[in-house]
């Protein structure tokens, strides 16, 4: 009996001297206030091992034992080769540990990314450690845009984890947000706010503060007001029944790039505002899904109140000017601002005294030009009569215009066979002129339309069930057919007779660039007569290089294009790239060059109006000789001068 009380006796002594010597913060200070004690990393670098004691005693630890979280250390000095365990915050903030091991940061160290942040990254160095409270804590308010820019202001690094927005804590700190925060103001938005503290999650996650579902409460924390509102809208209530595709608080306004709506880069500015709802309803695929119109942004942007949006009107109305901002509820519900009971009051903001009218009457805004279904029957009746009008009217100036000009260009052909003048396009040339000139508006329309489908003139194409593929088909066998055709012209010039004299004709020679400085002189009346006629003048010799150039550059990039697979396996695909580029660029130019070139020395110029009709007979009407051309012009300076 007396043996175990003894054994007792003696383990309760030992605990009370072991409480009795148990290890004070002096102890350790001992040797850590020593600024220059320090020992030798892993890495190689140099670790201090000073606390400073004020440091620490001014901290929100100063009160605690070193031995609180350096709990496996019972004897000093330490033993030879000591190394401390790790401290566990955890042993203290249960419950703050166990909700940042969750969270993204917590994770990523678990999985031994080193770079994520943990607590002594946020809250600072541990023997130094302030209350959120304290202005010069790291956590406090005031700081907490710097201490997360720590990390997520270094772009490069971010990469490495596939964050979506680079930089963040730039386009934060011209926010909004950020301009009021640097400006002092202490309820400004900062990075814990929206995303959290020790529970922070990617926006995926639906415990997370920027789940889709759950930002319109995470931005209602501060606008209580317009949460309240926004729930009962149409928004809202789409959000709260998990409808994705409803508009949250970030959709509108952006999330690190918020502007207030007064300024100009806002989303939520009036000169953006069709922009932004546009992002939502302009999407054909949200507008098939929930049954809306998928034209409302195009009517509205041509409509009297869009067209003045277009050009900068600071007061016209746009979207949220007739259907609200937080509160867009639908047309239907009695509290609308687009209902019809509440119309007169909407539009009653910008028009007044047109109340009492507008009840009255249709009011349909998201209307486009023409004929349609639900506009009143005397607007489409006069809309209508005035399509019949224009058909008429334009179409008979056109064809008695057509008709004028078809009498005046037979008269001008029987002059040109009266004159007998010289045979300028032989038989075999005029031939080769009407293939070209088919086979050219064939390529340049059906490659028009391949890159821009959406055109008018594509409509042939579009209208067709297979309409892609017929053009394909169209373009490349009339390409095949130019490039024969240009192999043909080609023979012809040096394989005959006449061939090799109508490429001697067309030759250049020093008296054409003579030639085209003269005529430029004589239009600017620096040159009292223009230069002399010839056979093959400078601008038609420059037009047929150009158009021997542009069919060879045609023919070798239209070859690349067709054998793509060819080209890809033995160029750089840069060189296929080229070619595309080099195949539109020349299409361009030659197209824009027969209107603006060529049309002008056959039809528009006066001396040949209203055409030259060498392409039809072979020959054109002559041209007064230059004296005569002299002795006109003459005679029109007197009779100016008697005026």
Request: hydrophobic share 40%; proline share 5%; with cysteine.
């Amino acid at each position: 009996m007396r043996t175990p009380l003894l054994a007792g006796g003696i383990v309760i002594a030992l605990c009370l001297a072991r409480a009795t010597f148990a290890l004070e913060n002096s102890d350790c200070l001992a040797c850590h206030g020593d600024k220059d004690l320090a020992k030798t990393g892993k890495a190689g670098q140099i670790v201090s091992l000073y606390v400073d004691e004020a440091k620490y005693a001014a901290s929100t630890h100063g009160r605690n034992l070193c031995t609180s979280c350096h709990s496996e250390i019972a004897d000093l000095p330490h033993p030879e080769g000591f190394t401390h365990e790790p401290v566990r915050c955890g042993a203290c903030h249960r419950l703050e540990t166990e909700i940042y091991l969750k969270s993204d940061h917590g994770q990523a160290l678990q999985k031994g990314v080193v770079e994520a942040a943990s607590c002594k990254d946020c809250h600072g160095d541990s023997h130094a450690l302030l209350s959120s409270r304290n202005p010069r804590s790291p956590v406090n308010r005031a700081h907490i845009p710097e201490t997360c820019a720590r990390c997520h202001g270094n772009a490069k690094e971010m990469e490495k984890y596939d964050f979506h927005q680079g930089a963040v804590v730039a386009t934060y700190q011209r926010s909004v947000h950020g301009r009021a925060h640097a400006n002092g103001i202490a309820s400004a938005a900062v990075c814990s706010d929206c995303h959290g503290t020790h529970d922070l999650h990617r926006s995926t996650n639906p415990r997370s503060k920027l789940y889709w579902q759950a930002i319109p409460h995470t931005c209602g924390r501060c606008h209580e007001n317009v949460l309240q509102t926004y729930s009962r809208s149409v928004h809202g209530t789409a959000v709260s029944a998990g409808i994705r595709d409803a508009a949250t608080c970030v959709d509108c306004h952006g999330e690190h790039t918020i502007q207030g709506t007064a300024s100009a880069s806002s989303r939520v500015s009036a000169a953006r505002i069709p922009e932004t709802c546009g992002q939502c309803h302009g999407s054909e695929r949200i507008a098939s899904r929930y049954q809306l119109s998928s034209k409302v942004v195009e009517t509205y942007m041509q409509s009297f109140h869009g067209l003045g949006q277009q050009f900068g009107g600071p007061t016209v109305a746009n979207c949220a000017s007739c259907h609200g901002f937080h509160d867009v509820l639908p047309s239907g519900h009695p509290l609308s601002s687009v209902n019809r009971a509440n119309l007169p009051q909407t539009c009653g903001k910008c028009h007044t005294g047109i109340g009492s009218r507008l009840a009255k009457g249709e009011i349909r805004i998201h209307n486009l030009p023409g004929v349609a279904k639900g506009k009143p029957w005397l607007v489409n009746f006069v809309t209508r009569a005035y399509l019949a009008l224009i058909l008429f009217s334009v179409g008979g100036m056109f064809a008695f215009n057509a008709l004028d000009y078809l009498s005046k260009t037979r008269a001008h052909i029987r002059t040109a066979r009266a004159a007998d003048c010289e045979l300028r396009m032989p038989r075999w040339v005029r031939a080769q002129h009407a293939a070209l000139m088919v086979l050219f508006i064939t390529l340049a329309f059906t490659g028009f339309v391949h890159s821009f489908p959406e055109a008018f003139f594509s409509w042939p194409f579009r209208a067709l069930h297979n309409g892609g593929s017929v053009r394909g088909l169209v373009h490349r066998v009339a390409g095949w057919s130019f490039t024969a055709l240009f192999l043909v012209h080609l023979l012809l010039l040096s394989c005959t007779a006449r061939g090799r004299a109508y490429l001697g004709d067309l030759r250049p020679r020093m008296h054409d660039l003579r030639d085209g400085a003269a005529q430029l002189l004589h239009n600017l009346g620096l040159r009292r007569s223009a230069p002399t006629p010839r056979r093959f003048n400078y601008a038609e010799k420059v037009e047929y290089w150009a158009l021997v150039w542009g069919s060879f550059v045609m023919i070798a990039t239209g070859v690349m294009l067709i054998f793509t697979e060819t080209v890809l396996r033995t160029l750089p695909k840069v060189w296929h790239d080229v070619a595309q580029v080099v195949h539109f660029y020349e299409a361009v130019l030659a197209t824009l060059s027969i209107l603006v070139w060529h049309l002008y020395w056959t039809i528009f110029d006066p001396k040949e109006y209203p055409m030259n009709p060498a392409w039809l007979i072979g020959r054109k009407a002559p041209h007064p000789r230059p004296d005569q051309e002299r002795s006109r012009q003459e005679g029109e300076a007197k009779v100016d001068e008697r005026e």
